[in-house]
């Protein structure tokens, strides 16, 4: 099916592992996102991209790592997971011509 | 810095009744503001929006309002089903120089009693 999934849809990991949440969606759209939900913030956004190759830090980027080596696919990263990373994550794309912003079902990370 | 705020929380109101959910937003270069609607355990899913240079939208039972002299938006629900029980975000674009980049508020759930 067309769309922006996400994988793993829900995810426990230890303290100090690497976890990859990886997103792709079908569109070809220029522009990807990652946020993270959290009560009391709403969605801030950790990281953006405009096209592949092009990466760019949002609101709170600390902890995560990007890539895009192909317009599709935009994984994310958290190199050493810490408890204040448990969240729920959401990526979402945009087409460089539109204005609205999709978004994939989420993604939910447990840090212990 | 710039900020896209809910002025409430939480909001009920009666099925079959009208519901307006109101939000501030303080970026005066903003030039696209889009509700979004996300229900439990999913993604928030896109209501309706609207270019700066507008004052009124309107969908199906959904109306935007955009005031931008006291930078206030807002969404009203006609006719609210049990289906439109969700928390609803509002949000802010703007466009600089091809970066595109998308600021939520808070959220407000709205919860529609039967």
């Known amino acids: 099916d067309a769309g922006i999934t996400q994988s793993p849809r829900y995810k426990i990991t230890e303290t100090g592992r690497q976890v990859t949440l990886m997103c792709h969606q079908t569109w070809s759209h220029s522009y990807m996102f990652w946020y993270r939900q959290d009560l009391g913030h709403g969605l801030r956004l950790i990281y953006y991209?405009?096209?592949?190759?092009?990466?760019d830090k949002g609101e709170v980027p600390d902890g995560y790592v990007v890539s895009r080596s192909k317009t599709e696919n935009f994984p994310l990263t958290l190199e050493s997971a810490t408890r204040s990373q448990t969240s729920v994550y959401f990526c979402a794309s945009l087409t460089g011509l539109g204005n609205t912003i999709y978004f994939g079902e989420g993604s939910w990370l447990t840090v212990v | 810095g710039e900020s896209v705020g809910l002025h409430l929380p939480t909001l009920s109101v009666q099925e079959g009744d009208n519901s307006i959910i109101n939000c501030a937003y303080s970026n005066s270069a903003s030039d696209y503001f889009i509700w979004y609607k996300q229900e439990s355990g999913k993604g928030p899913q896109f209501i309706i929006d609207i270019r700066s240079n507008m004052d009124k939208r309107q969908g199906q039972r959904v109306t935007v309002l955009l005031n931008k002299t006291v930078k206030h938006l807002s969404l009203q629900i006609a006719a609210t089903q049990p289906g439109d029980s969700a928390v609803y975000f509002c949000a802010e674009k703007v466009s600089n120089f091809g970066n595109e980049k998308l600021t939520f508020g808070t959220g407000t759930r709205l919860t529609i009693i039967p």
């Open positions: 991209s405009a096209a592949a190759d092009i990466t």
